[in-house]
């Protein structure tokens, strides 16, 4: 809208129609017809507050004010929804905005009127804060829509490699590559192939909200994904996910994302690839291809922005790579064992009942308990039918179970007497193997400790005295009962047979024979 208060102030201050219309950016008769209504509306200046530039149209114009009543209002909400969708042009809504006003018997708006309103719209409901990126700030990361098809070179299945995007928002520096899921190992690793790719970590890190690397994000709290969060401290840089449906806080990576999908897995759409490594390859040779490719709007290419404007401001890398580590829970039981779904690893036994952190990595499994590491073991490829137990783990009982062997039995059954080592030796010559008497060798072991090795040694020998099979349970009675105290002496003399008829079943066996005779 013309200015109109703004003329008549300059017009009273004595300037010419000429520097009036310079000033005003208006042409001359422009200025001549607003001075001359002004005069005939008796209009002069100093104006009051009230008399607006709106006022002033109605009043020189009133014609003008008819026709724009009659004018129909897009309906700008309307406009910019539909604008989101796939194809919506604003040429389009346009048309279809005529045929509306049409059909209600208004005048519509030209094209380029009805572009300016909405976009003036726009710039008020819709304003959002210009972020100036500073270099080595920030690195956006997000999925990209559109996979490449992996094709099996034997069953001919076709198998999809997805796009992780990585972009460095000052200098615009893309890193892309294929994965074959979007899982949580698979997005770690690509930030660690990401940082490696730009020699040098950002600040800070924005993604987006997938449950691999960001498990709630709250007006009020966000809780990520501990491998991610490890990642992330491991690195020297903070994760700040997007707002839950806000895209234009990591806008960068939306649009690279896009890009992405052109100049990478639409330039690749012809080629058929038989395996992930080959389309990575392919993927790489299309990535550099894009860094490399000249702005179109500003001098150099990507790659050259980052090595000349950014790439002195990034952290530097630490001396190894990341080791990507799934975290799971678990609670210890009675075999003191925790498993990374093939083998089983051992934990200190007084943790029984307890719930660990369990940190996997390729080649190490980790238990935590209360944020203490308390186990670490080498971890196995191949499933195996044993577990792997670390003595320092087990129990005194189970870490004895295990050192025993023949000849440590032997010799201490030599340090308690003849007898005892005549006992040891039956138990383990009676099996098929020495290993089937160790359960009976360490409970002589427990007998000793308890009544002690005098008590013990003259138990044993009684034991022989009666059989050549001594047991545990007729060494233990013995103990028990105090045999093993009665002196030798006391015992009968062993009979070749029984002949008085003072104890048990004193008739022959002629009293029972068929057809005998009993003497009674």
Known sequence: MVNYREIMRLNSLHYSSRQIAASMHSSRNTIREVLKLAEEHFICWPLDEAVTNEVLFSTFYPERLITTNLRKEPDYSYTHKELAKSGVNLTLLWSEYCARANQEGQIPYMYTQFCEKYRHWARITKATMRIQHKPGEAMQVDWAGNPINIHDPVTGDISQAYLFVAVLPCSCHVYVEACSDMKTENWILCHV?????????????????????????????????????????????????????????????????????????????????????????????????????????????????????????????????????????????????????????????????????????????????????????????????????????????????????????????????????????????????????????????????????ERLENACMRVLVYSCMPSIRNISTILKNGQDKVSADSYPAEKDSVTDGQYGITRGASYFSKGGTAND
């Open 193 to 453: 192939h990401a940082y490696g790719y730009f020699g040098g970590v950002t600040r800070l890190l924005i993604p987006d909200n997938l449950k691999a690397g960001v498990i709630k994000n709250t007006r009020y709290d966000t809780v990520l994904n501990r491998s991610y969060a490890e990642m992330a401290e491991y690195y020297g840089t903070a994760i700040v996910p997007a707002r839950v449906k806000r895209p234009q806080d990591k806008s960068l990576a939306e649009g690279t994302v896009k890009y992405a999908s052109t100049w990478i897995t639409a330039a690749l759409r012809d080629r058929k690839f038989f395996s992930l490594n080959e389309a990575n390859r392919a993927v790489t040779e299309k990535l550099d291809e894009l860094n490399n490719r000249a702005f179109q709007k500003r001098e150099g290419s990507r790659l050259s922005a980052y090595l000349n404007e950014e790439k002195a401001y990034m952290q530097p890398l630490p001396i190894s790579s990341f080791e990507p580590a799934v975290w799971s829970t678990a609670t210890i039981q009675l075999d003191y064992l925790i498993t990374d779904g093939k083998n089983k690893y051992s934990v200190p036994y007084d943790l029984i009942g307890e719930t660990v952190d369990i940190r996997l990595t390729k080649s190490t499994v980790e238990a935590f308990f209360q944020g203490n590491r308390i186990a670490s073991h080498p971890r196995r490829e191949q499933a195996g039918r044993d577990p792997i137990v670390l003595a320092e783990h087990m129990t005194l009982e189970h870490r004895k179970y295990l050192s025993y062997n023949a000849d440590d039995f032997r010799a201490w059954s030599l340090s308690v007497g003849e007898h005892t080592y005549a006992v040891v030796d039956a138990f383990l010559k009676q099996g098929a193997s020495p290993e089937q008497g160790f359960k009976s060798c360490a409970s002589l072991t427990k007998l000793a400790d308890r009544y002690g090795y």
